[in-house]
């Protein structure tokens, strides 16, 4: 599984008034925060994600089945889920997980920018990643969508995070995607 099982089940935790959007379909779980959408099998799999089933359990206090989506949310005394329709989560989710596969190549760029990593597509852009960071197991296998998300993914899961580039990038931004990322630039600022 590509997605970091314990610090998604963190993350679930920590979402607060904003909450997080879930769906489930047949043996797969749809979650979607505001920076981040990401598919879990909830079967069917070598290794479940055990952490987050029991935060979910311990969000909802029941194990969500094939066709339950809701918003959960939390709230002075605890947690509240409200019911959502499949079409309205699938518009949600739909935003950061395109259907269709993206060309665009892409690298993770071995500085941060205001402490987050960058990413430099074969365009020449570069973008910054919104998302929470340690969702994602490993940076193998990834590939960029416009606009403004990364999709890593395997058989047993998929994560979506959320990418921006500045309307205006700035002199900082302008020099990073001036510079030829194929050389050597150690000891440069």
Not at 35 to 60: G, H, N, W, Y
Not at 79 to 105: C, G
Not at 143 to 158: I, Q, R, T, V
Not at 165 to 184: C, S
Request: negative net charge; aromatic residues 12%.
């Amino acid at each position: 599984m590509v997605i970091n099982d314990k610090v998604l089940a963190r993350t679930l935790k920590r979402t607060g008034q904003y909450g997080f959007k879930f769906c489930v379909n047949g043996s797969a779980a749809r979650l979607v925060g505001w920076d981040f959408a990401a598919r879990i099998q909830l079967s069917d799999t070598d290794e479940p994600p055990k952490m987050t089933l029991a935060a979910l359990v311990e969000m909802l206090g029941f194990l969500p089945v094939d066709g339950e989506c809701g918003h959960i949310y939390k709230v002075k005394n605890g947690w509240e889920w409200q019911d959502m329709t499949p079409a309205v989560f699938d518009s949600d989710y739909n935003e950061l997980a395109h259907k269709e596969r993206s060309t665009i190549d892409c690298a993770m760029l071995p500085v941060r920018y205001i402490t987050r990593p960058l990413i430099l597509t074969t365009e020449q852009r570069i973008y910054s990643v919104a998302g929470p960071m340690t969702l994602a197991e490993e940076w193998s296998g990834f590939f960029f969508k416009e606009p403004g998300s990364l999709c890593f993914g395997d058989d047993s899961s998929e994560l979506f995070l959320s990418c921006y580039r500045p309307e205006q990038p700035g002199k900082v931004w302008r020099q990073l995607e001036a510079l030829d990322w194929e050389e050597n630039h150690e000891g440069q600022d």
